[in-house]
């Protein structure tokens, strides 16, 4: 690799405040804002909106769209009479 082009790679935390989740892991992401975790190291914390804890597909809570429905729908806007 060539020396000076690369960014930082470091441990960085990664939190999801809808979640109540943290968790450590190493990446490039910059951030101003710091952590201390439980270790007692201080670390730099990225907020994210969506993480495996608080998304639909991994919690379950995820909602089934009704395509039939959808579909009746369009016949009866635009099918023939």
């Known amino acids: 690799m060539k020396k ?32 201390e975790w439980t270790d007692g190291n201080t670390y730099p914390v990225v907020d994210v909106d969506v993480s495996s804890a608080s998304h639909p597909f991994y919690t379950g809570r995820g909602r089934v769209i009704d395509t039939a429905g959808r579909v009746e729908k369009f016949k009866q806007r635009y099918g023939k009479s």
Do not use: C, N
């Open 4 to 35: 000076g082009i690369h960014p930082e790679y470091r441990p960085v935390v990664f939190r999801d405040a809808s979640a109540d989740y943290a968790f450590l892991t190493r990446s490039t992401a910059v951030s101003g804002k710091t952590i």
